[in-house]
């Protein structure tokens, strides 16, 4: 596993790891009892400072996401992640998008742009990040139309 840090975001890089966490954890990509990676090996790897990844798991932590287990390091917790509602799931997940969803569509009205416009941007950034996310035996769709027009 590795966290996509990017320094030079306005958003602190603690938040960026809670951030990232959350999402996968909604995602279903890590699952209970997962390892993470260790505090050490994080910093190492960004070349950060540890207690920021260190203050990240710890607020993780405390919000119920990781458990520490001594000697092994930080775990997806057993309540983090419970398969048998979906529903429930794909709320989570569209709370965790809805604030990207919302600055995305302030910025669009800022800048005078249509909503086909703003959708045809964000499939289009969506189709790119699709095909260099996706493994190479396994091509990206290209999203499906939106069901309605945003006003």
């Known amino acids: 596993m590795n ?22 954890v909604a995602s279903g990509q890590l699952v209970p009892g997962a390892d ?7 910093a190492l790897t960004h070349a950060i400072n540890p207690m920021t990844v260190s203050k990240a798991y710890s607020l993780l932590e ?21 398969p048998a509602r979906p529903a429930a799931r794909q709320r989570e997940r569209m ?24 959708l045809a941007g964000f499939q289009r950034a969506l189709a790119q990040h699709l095909d260099t996310a996706a493994p190479p035996d396994s091509p990206a769709q290209p999203p499906p139309p939106p069901s309605r027009a945003i006003r």
């Not at 966290?3 to 996968?24: A, G, M, N």
Request: charged share 15%; glycine share 6%.
């Open 3 to 24: 966290f996509d840090i990017v320094p030079t975001s306005p958003t602190p890089i603690y938040r960026q790891i809670v951030e990232q966490v959350h999402r996968l």
């Open 36 to 42: 993470l990676p260790s505090v050490r090996a994080v």
């Open 62 to 82: 405390a919000q119920g996401v990781l458990e520490r287990r001594r000697g092994l390091g930080m775990l997806v917790a057993a309540t983090a992640h419970n």
């Open 95 to 118: 709370a965790l998008l809805e604030p990207a969803l919302q600055a995305a569509a302030h910025q669009t009205a800022q800048l005078g742009l249509s909503a086909a416009e703003a």
